[in-house]
Each structure stands twice: as C-alpha cells, then as structure tokens.
C-alpha cells in the first residue's frame, strides 16, 4: 500500500485495530464513469447481511450506487471489521450511513487522539472520518468519499 509520504508511519503504527483495518483500504474509490465501484456496493450488503436490521436490511437496498455519499458506509465496515465478538458494544450506530450519527458512537474526548472518529459538520451535510492527526489549519482524517 502506497500512502502519502507525510502518513508513512501509519503503516509501523500498531494503532487501534478500527485505523489498521481502515488502512487496508486505503484508496479505495468510486468507479469512474457509469456503473459503481462493486467492493462499496459489498461492504453495504456485507453489513446488511450481518447486522440484519431493519435499518441494515435498508440500507443494503438504499446503497445501490457509488455517486450516494459513502463516508458512514466506511466507517461502519471498518467498526464492524474491527470488532471483537467480546465487545459487541463496538458495533456500529444504528443509522451508520448518516455521518452526523457517528457524534453518537462511543465516548466524548476533549482531545481527539490516533484513531478516534471525528464528525464533521458542513453546509448540506457532514464528513465523518479517523483521526490521524492534525496541523495549525486541519484536522487529518482517514476515511470514505474524500480525497
């Protein structure tokens, strides 16, 4: 995998397990053109399969094209990947597509610290992402459906 030289050491970082998964699918993308990327179609059926909610069950038939906003799908996968059968409470949140409901997810920090979600809120909708780190201007996030 090929990060920009600035995240290099992500990949020497043990970090918490949801930023090792998420790092194994770093670059993944829409598909350019008509048709949908088939690996982010996957993820929400994979999810609707497994949670089996109603919520799930509908976003499985709701995500039917890459062109729909897909940073909550990515960080649900990652959740759900990253998840110990001994901490079911690390599931993700109900409506997981909405990156506005991830504010719900887990606890409140002061200081956002390797591996935390952060929740973006923007005119017209929000971005949720893992923290990296951060710089006087930006916060650096990894996530879905972002550059």
């Not at 020497?12 to 998964?21: A, S, V």
């Not at 998420?22 to 059926?45: I, R, Y």
């Not at 499985?60 to 001994?86: R, S």
Request: aromatic share 12%.
């Amino acid at each position: 995998m090929l990060l920009p030289p600035q995240y290099a050491f992500l990949l020497k970082e043990p970090g918490p397990r949801i930023l090792q998964e998420a790092l194994k699918l770093f670059g993944t993308k829409e598909q350019v053109g008509p048709g949908s990327n088939p690996t982010l179609l996957k993820w929400a059926d994979e999810l609707g399969d497994k949670l089996g909610t109603a919520y799930a069950r509908w976003a499985e038939t709701f995500y039917t094209d890459d062109l729909i906003p897909w940073c909550g799908l990515f960080i649900a996968y990652v959740v759900d990947k990253a998840n110990d059968a001994k901490r079911p409470e690390r599931a993700p949140i109900t409506k997981y597509l909405s990156a506005g409901e991830w504010a719900h997810w887990g606890i409140g920090v002061d200081k956002a610290e390797l591996g935390d979600i952060l929740v973006f809120v923007r005119p017209g909708g929000g971005h949720v992402g893992i923290y990296i780190g951060e710089d006087q201007f930006n916060y650096h996030v990894l996530g879905g459906n972002q550059a």
